[in-house]
C-alpha cells in the first residue's frame, strides 16, 4: 500500500481528486465507487469543479459501495442522497450512469443480485475510492466481515450508527442495518484509493497500517492490494 500524506485535509483530498481523475482517464468507461460520509466532502468538490471548469462530463460509471437498510433516497443522510447533492445533480448525472442500493427494497437479496450483476456485466470494478470508518470499516463491512464476500446485509456496530447519526438531520432512530458492495469486490478493485484525514482517525490509520493484516480491521486488508494508495492528511498520519 502506498502512503500519500499532505499537509491539511485541502491538500490531501485534491492529491486523491487528481489521482482518481488520472486513473479514470486511463479508462475509456470505467465502473467507480465512491464513499459518501464526512472525509469526500472535499474530494466531491474537486471533482465537481475539474468537470464543470473544463465543460467535460465524467466519462465513468458509477454503482454505489453502500446504503442504509429502511432509509429513503430522498432523505439526507442516505448515502444515494449524498451523491445527489454532491455530485449528480449539479454535474447533470443521470439516472443511466448510476446504479445504487435502494435501502427500501422489500428484497434485498435481489439488491444484492443486482449489484453483483452490474458488475459482472462491466467484467469487474474499475475504481473503488472508500472512506474509513472508526473501527476500521470499509463500506459497511464491520470488523470481522467475511472477506470473500460480494455483497452483504450487515448488522452495524454501535460506532458506525453513533457517526452516522451526524449524516441525518436533527436526531433519528438509525438503521441497524446496512447493504454494501462486500470485501471480495473492493479487494478484486483494479485500482484502491483510501482517504482519511482527521485527528480522531490517527488510532485507525495506525493499526491499519502497522497492525496485522486480517478482518478485525477490514482496511488492514488493503495492504495486500497491488493497486491501493492511502491518502491521509496530516492529523491522520500522527500516529504512524
Ligand atoms: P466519515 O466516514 O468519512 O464520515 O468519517 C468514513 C466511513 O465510515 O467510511
Redesign the pocket.
Known amino acids: 500500500m502506498k502512503i500519500v500524506v499532505k499537509e491539511s485535509y485541502a491538500d490531501m483530498s485534491w492529491a486523491a481528486a487528481e489521482d482518481f481523475l488520472a486513473i479514470a482517464s486511463s479508462y475509456e468507461r470505467p465502473l467507480v465507487c465512491l ?1 459518501s ?4 466532502i472535499l474530494f466531491c468538490k474537486y471533482l465537481r469543479d475539474h468537470y464543470l471548469s473544463t465543460g467535460t462530463k465524467p466519462n465513468w460509471d458509477f454503482i454505489g459501495l453502500d446504503e442504509w437498510v429502511g432509509v429513503p433516497h430522498s432523505e439526507k443522510g442516505s448515502c444515494r442522497h449524498f451523491f445527489d447533492e454532491h455530485l449528480f445533480i449539479p454535474l447533470g448525472i443521470t439516472e443511466d450512469r448510476f446504479s445504487f442500493f435502494d435501502g427500501m427494497a422489500p428484497d434485498i437479496e435481489m439488491e444484492k443480485r443486482k449489484a453483483e450483476e452490474i458488475i459482472d456485466s462491466h467484467g469487474g470494478l474499475d475504481i473503488a475510492v ?4 472508526a473501527n476500521g ?1 470499509l463500506g459497511f463491512n464491520e470488523p470481522g466481515s467475511d472477506p470473500t464476500l460480494r455483497t452483504q446485509v450487515i448488522e452495524l456496530e454501535a460506532i ?1 450508527l453513533h ?1 452516522g447519526q451526524s449524516y441525518f438531520l436533527g436526531p433519528k432512530d438509525m438503521p441497524t442495518k446496512g447493504l454494501t458492495l462486500g470485501l471480495g469486490t473492493l479487494l478484486s478493485t483494479s485500482h484502491v484509493l483510501l482517504i482519511a484525514n482527521g485527528k480522531h482517525k490517527a488510532d485507525i490509520i495506525a493499526k491499519t497500517v502497522n497492525g496485522p493484516v486480517g478482518n478485525d480491521i477490514p482496511a488492514s486488508l488493503m495492504r495486500e492490494h497491488p493497486a491501493c494508495t492511502l491518502y491521509l492528511d496530516r492529523d491522520a498520519s500522527g500516529k504512524l
Open positions: 464513499p460520509g464526512h472525509t469526500p472508500l472512506g474509513i470508518g470499516h458506525t457517526s
